[in-house]
């Protein structure tokens, strides 16, 4: 049973605009979703959708003219050796010294000194085309010694030798290219080496941003198998960003699903593979063919997005939505169970809300709105 100490994370109502010339843009609106500790995640959506936005606003890199307007991230650490206690205030530290459970600390609140402790030591994060991150003129082995140098000063130059090479070994890399530039490996091994300095502090949590994009088919599978037995082997919670919603079915433990900047379906990933409740998911789910399972025809999902400076009222998918009625105008849907048989999943669609339909629609319902909008195009 999942009790409070199973919980890494709790994203709480996270608002986060750009603030543009032409109007603020509402990348992310009131955004809220949890991680227990160990658990894989999955973020998906379209393109602009705020997927990045919501990762940027965990791990506090959010830069002007970004700016988080509401909302809490509670991080629950974790009792583990005092050196990643940094990020710990000192109120805070003197508390766990005495015995004291610790309390969430918000990441909102940290300081700068703070988060230096709290990135890498507790997060990481492996950025979009990550393997065009590692530095060209630097050997790969030098560039792992560099974090380790800066974080772990308690470690003799031998033992972070040792480590780096240790770290090689789990990302698949024979350890005799620590002395390889990255130019002398291949796309797939950079991506590697650079998972492996996302572990180099073993940290509790790593949030992955389309990792994988920039690789071809074969290569992007090995990475994917790799990162969940990682996360396995090491006990590590992941937040994995993609826009294939497919590649997520197989990866995670739970899918959380974005539109214009919110969250409108959230649920056990194998619920969203046997049926997706909100009408975007299902959408979503038929763009991409998969590798396994059923054949599915695709359809697609016609129109675009809303402009996220003026998102109109009610629900943000109603113009796209083939089961659009008066309501999707002018109400805004929130997050609710849509399933009485999958308790835990939840959408924001008022399709599952019994106060305007008695009986949600089913997946041929979804399936038969689509194909009626795709022949009247
Ligand atoms: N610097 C910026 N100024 C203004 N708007 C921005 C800026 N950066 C991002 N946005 C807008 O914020 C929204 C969310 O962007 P974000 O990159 O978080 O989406 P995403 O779902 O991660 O997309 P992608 O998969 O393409 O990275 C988009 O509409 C984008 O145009």
Known sequence: METKNDLLLEVKDVCVDYQAASGAVHAVDHVSFTLRRGEIMGLAGESGSGKSTVAYA??????????VTDGEIFYYPHARDHRSRGFLSRKQ?????????????DILDLTNEQLRAFRWNELAIVFQSAMNALNPVMKVGDQILDVLKTHRPDLTKHARKEHAAELLKLVGIAPDRLNSYPHELSGGMRQRAVIAIALA?????????????????VVQREILDLVKSLCRELGMAMIFITH???LLLELTDNIAIMYAGRLVETAAALDIYHHPRHPY????????????????KMVGIPGSPPDLRQVPPGCPFQQRCPMAFSACKTIRPTLRPASASAPGQLAACHLYDPHYRAEPPTAQDLTASYETLAERR
């Open 58 to 67: 965990i791990a506090r890199l959010t830069r002007p003219p970004a700016v």
């Open 281 to 296: 998911s299902h959408g979503l789910l038929n763009s991409f063919p998969t590798l396994r399972g059923p054949r599915r």
């Open 244 to 246: 294939d919603l497919s």
């Open 93 to 105: 530290r003197a508390e766990e010294a005495a015995g004291a459970a610790l309390d969430a600390v």
């Open 201 to 217: 502090l073993n940290p509790e949590l790593i949030i992955m941003d389309e990792p994988t994009t920039a690789l071809d088919v």
